[in-house]
């Protein structure tokens, strides 16, 4: 699976879109992208998911870019509960389905 | 619908001794992982199952087993506990079908202590 390289923390005020940006430069052409979010003592939460083309649902919206190299996750109007470490993941559709989380991006949604 | 259940949420075990975690998937799902995270570091695939069968397996040793039933449960064993096993261990679920894109749900974990 390809490797992913996310920014270690990022800040965002209250009410603001919160982008993390994540590059995965040797993803391949059947790999897919993943976001996952964990707010401290909690299982990871699924957000969203994405082949090539953006993606929306009520969490977040995903964009990746044209040649797949990285990719975006938007949150549209972060607020406090929004605080939690942020994982992308790429992984084969056909894989073992295991689920690299790598580091993340500490993400923290100020007043 | 409930989610993935795990338990129990918290044990405290000493060295030297054997430990059963225990999951429940989402109704529907077929397949469970295992994952083992510890503090400050991002969660570290363990195992997976599907339809009762070993599919995937992480670099754990021989110390870590599991198994899944057939109403899709699963159970996670670690022999010969020792203090580097202090960890969330973490179960998820996914699919109705083995080669699938539909993503894995987590539960909140059980939380291992070694004393």
């Known amino acids: 699976d390809a490797k992913t390289t996310q920014p270690p923390s990022m800040d965002c005020a209250e009410g603001r879109a919160a982008n993390l940006p994540c590059n995965h430069s040797t993803i391949s052409g059947n790999e897919y992208v993943y976001w996952y979010r964990q707010i401290h003592s909690q299982g990871p939460q699924y957000i969203i998911h994405g082949l090539k083309n953006n993606e929306t649902n009520e969490m977040a919206s995903l964009i990746i870019t044209e040649d797949r190299k990285s990719s975006t996750l938007i949150l549209p109007h972060a607020t406090l509960r929004d605080t939690a470490v942020y994982y992308c993941i790429v992984r084969l559709s056909n894989s073992g389905y295991a689920l690299n989380f790598g580091k993340g991006t500490s993400l923290l949604v100020t007043p | 619908d409930a989610g993935v259940t795990q338990s129990p949420t918290h044990l405290i075990k000493t060295r030297g001794q054997h430990v059963t975690l225990r999951c429940s998937p989402i109704?529907?799902?077929?397949?469970v992982s295992w994952y083992q995270q510890v503090l400050g570091q991002g969660p570290q695939f363990i195992f997976q199952y599907y339809e009762k069968e070993e599919r995937g397996r992480g670099n754990f040793p021989d110390r870590f087993s599991a198994r899944q039933f057939p109403n899709y449960s699963s159970e996670l064993n670690v022999n010969a506990l020792l203090l580097g096993d202090s960890a969330l261990y973490l179960c998820?679920?996914?699919?109705?079908?083995?080669?699938?894109?539909?993503?894995?749900?987590f539960g909140d974990g059980t939380r291992l202590s070694i004393l």
């Open positions: 109704s529907g799902h077929k397949s």
């Open positions: 998820a679920s996914s699919g109705t079908g083995w080669f699938s894109n539909q993503p894995q749900h």
